[in-house]
Antibody, heavy 119, light 107 residues
Framework: QVQLVESGGGMVQPGGSLRLSCAASGFPFSGYAMHWVRQAPGKGLEWVAYIQYDGNNKYYADSVQGRFTISRDNSKNTLYLQMNSLRTEDTAVYLC????????????WGQGTLVTVSS | DIQMTQSPPSLSASVGDRVTITCRASQGISNSLAWYQQAPGKVPKLLIYAASTLQSGVPSRFSGSGSGTDFTLSISSLQPEDVATYFCQRYNSAPLTFGPGTKVDIK
């Protein structure tokens, strides 16, 4: 079955950096685009970034453009999110998600990793 | 950017009631619309994609309809396990956008 396991979250000061990972299994990782989505405490869902199956196309939310970088290593079945210049408003649970076969919807989700940006 | 709105923000209904949630896009998105269910303390779960296609394993009491700018999610007979927040999302192009959510409770 599809499994997505995020790691790398934690507490960081404003202006700091973190790299999140998402280990994928149970499906042909190299054949699917992936997303990062975040959810601030008690808030709704916010799409963060998308990466094409081969890594050649990437898109970002305006709120993270220029600060976050999505990447993937298909040889390791792993998705990454490098987060730089973190702000307090980046505090959220970050979830990775696998796209569907027929569109960019999020077919499966990981359990998420909490990122807290605070001084 | 295309904005997504949902109504109502919350609703309370009795077990067995029919429940309808509306999602509206600020521009036409064809049928590139998904619905997710997020139960309390859980991660989101895909219910419907392509506006009306039921994800495998999702109970048939859930259904979706619409195209263009106006979409609906219906639950034909509300069950206790349906207590959750429901989000719509457009996925036709980046940036992808979620609606603000509709919280469904049992009366």
């Amino acid at each position: 079955q599809v499994q997505l396991v995020e790691s790398g979250g934690g507490m960081v000061q404003p202006g700091g950096s973190l790299r999140l990972s998402c280990a994928a299994s149970g499906f042909p990782f190299s054949g699917y685009a992936m997303h990062w989505v975040r959810q601030a405490p008690g808030k709704g869902l916010e799409w963060v970034a998308y990466i094409q199956y081969d890594g050649n196309n990437k898109y970002y939310a305006d709120s993270v453009q220029g600060r976050f970088t999505i990447s993937r290593d298909n040889s390791k079945n792993t998705l990454y999110l490098q987060m730089n210049s973190l702000r307090t408003e980046d505090t959220a649970v970050y979830l990775c998600a696998k796209t569907g076969r027929s569109g960019w919807f999020s077919e499966y989700w990981g359990q998420g990793t909490l990122v807290t940006v605070s001084s | 950017d295309i904005q997504m709105t949902q109504s109502p923000p919350s609703l309370s209904a009795s077990v067995g009631d029919r429940v309808t949630i509306t999602c509206r896009a600020s521009q036409g998105i064809s049928n590139s619309l998904a619905w997710y269910q997020q139960a309390p303390g859980k991660v989101p779960k895909l219910l419907i994609y392509a506006a009306s296609t039921l994800q495998s394993g999702v109970p048939s009491r859930f259904s979706g309809s619409g195209s263009g700018t106006d979409f609906t999610l219906s639950i034909s007979s509300l069950q206790p396990e349906d207590v959750a927040t429901y989000f719509c999302q457009r996925y036709n192009s980046a940036p992808l956008t979620f609606g603000p959510g509709t919280k469904v409770d049992i009366k």
